[in-house]
């Protein structure tokens, strides 16, 4: 199994954007509101719970602030209301961006998020208008040094997994979003444990950006992440290994 990359892109962002930001708590405890709200309050008849919980813990999230915001979506406790946005547009180069929000208060998030693309050189499309370019798509990251090529394929396509891609020293796993949770456990039996576990948004296609392009797209995707109602930001660009070292010095 081949194919591109998703991983390298990620991580290679998150190379320059991480050692700025933390992931604030407040973020993933708002995406556990929203999914114990949808879904009800137990993460194993509510897979979208389960998972917003799974990144809390990730984080070092405490136990009983993770009880407190799922008691929160279930409204055993008062809360915010929060609803959940999609903003689309293009940055610099073209790249198309896709940003998912969770905010109390539209009306003063919408004006901030357009105000950011416009500051760093991009624009706010229409509903729909990058949509169409992205696709759900589980992702997995494991280290080489657990696994080679050959284990992960006959561990993967039993549980769901349809491309496996190689970047380095790491072994990139894709999947259906409804076999997610089945490649995660049958990577839990073998004893694999990923370096990275989640759903992510994966474009058809990608624009390659260098120079100053780049150096604006960093900037704006920084930006947003930063911004506390900003959930997630997906993006269609390539940058290279190169230009990456470049914008984290």
Known sequence: MSGHSHWARIKRAKSVTDARRGRAWSKLAR??????????????TNLTLRYAIDAAKAENMPKDTIERAIKKGTGDIEGAEYVELVFEGYGPGGAAILCTVLTDNRNRTAPEIKKIFEKRGGSLG???????????????????????????????????????????????????????????????????KPESAELSMEPSSTVTLAGNNADKLMKLLEELEDHDDVQSVYGNYEISEAEMERLAQ
Request: aromatic share 6%; proline share 4%.
């Open 31 to 44: 995406a556990v509101i929203i999914a114990a709200r949808a879904g009800g309050g137990d993460p194993e």
């Open 126 to 192: 229409a509903t729909g208008s990058v949509a169409w370019m992205f696709s759900k798509r589980g992702l997995f990251a494991v280290p080489a040094a657990q696994a080679n090529e050959d284990r992960l394929t006959e561990i993967g396509i039993e549980a769901g997994v349809d491309d496996i891609i190689q970047d380095g020293d790491v072994f990139e796993l894709k999947c259906a979003p409804a076999d997610f949770n089945n490649v995660r456990q049958a990577l839990a039996d073998a004893d694999i």
